[in-house]
């Protein structure tokens, strides 16, 4: 795993030597998973401990039963063992080799669960550096190597639109729900050509989907509604073949 160049911001120095030594960031951070508490240096408490909140399980493929933790962030909601089930059901036939991206990274669960079952690799995308450092940590643990697992620490609106030379097969849209952010999220997804001819998008949602927001070109394949969360897999892209 590697952290990606991240975009132009008001980073502090010592995150812009963390994602220049992955591997000295990714050993920190297990560090503070395996002393929760805060570590005790020189006598003195470690402030930026990652706070650990619960623990969510992979549920198939070569990682199956595995569990991983997540970190204590406002509005982490990771996505429940049954909404997995059934999307990972619906992505039997096409995961494997896929080329993935996590928008809204959060536990970390759907790139894991995605990477257990065989994709080629996932890019995923987290602004919270404290989230980050606990996928980090469970992807050491996993030993997921770098060639599978790529992440950006920034800004979801502004890493899409950074990302104009890449595209794939599989795209995870599972935006925080106080945030307005699925709509605008999509809108640059079609601006920058991320997903691939006959690509799928996976959207979770607190609303029903908006379809006059939704592109002409995308057709819903599946859709189904969980408690009170409203899931869909889209066709992107399609392919038009002659009458």
């Not at 990682?63 to 990972?88: N, V, W, Y």
């Not at 992505?91 to 669960?113: H, M, N, Q, R, T």
């Not at 079952?117 to 550096?129: D, F, M, T």
């Not at 794939?168 to 601006?191: E, G, K, M, S």
């Amino acid at each position: 795993m590697h952290y990606e160049k991240s975009l132009p911001s008001s980073s502090s120095l010592r995150e812009a030597q963390r994602r220049s030594n992955p591997d000295r960031s990714l050993n920190k951070a297990q560090d503070w998973i395996a002393s929760p508490s805060a570590r005790n240096d020189g006598g003195k408490k470690a402030h930026n401990a990652v706070k650990v909140k619960g623990q969510v399980r992979i549920i198939g493929g070569k990682f199956r039963s595995r569990k991983i933790l997540f970190s204590d962030s406002p509005g982490l909601r990771p996505t429940t063992d049954r909404i997995r089930e059934t999307l990972f059901n619906w992505l039997a036939p096409v995961i494997s080799g896929a080329e993935c991206l996590d928008v809204f990274g959060g536990s970390g669960v759907l790139s894991f669960e995605a990477i257990s079952r065989g994709a080629a690799h996932v890019l995923l995308i987290e602004k919270s550096q404290q989230t980050l450092e606990q996928i980090a940590a469970n992807a050491k643990k996993l030993e997921i190597p770098s060639s599978q697992l790529s992440l950006i620490g920034s800004d979801a609106l502004k890493s899409l639109a950074s990302l104009d030379a890449r595209s794939f097969d599989i795209i995870f849209l599972d935006p925080p729900f106080d945030a307005d952010l699925l709509y605008p999220c999509i809108q640059r997804i079609v601006q920058h050509q991320l997903i691939r001819e006959n690509g799928f998008i996976y959207i979770e949602t607190h609303l029903p989907i908006l379809n006059d927001k939704i592109p002409a070109d995308w057709k819903c394949l599946k859709e189904k509604k969980a408690g009170q969360v409203y899931y869909y897999l889209y066709s992107c892209n399609l392919t038009k073949t002659d009458s």
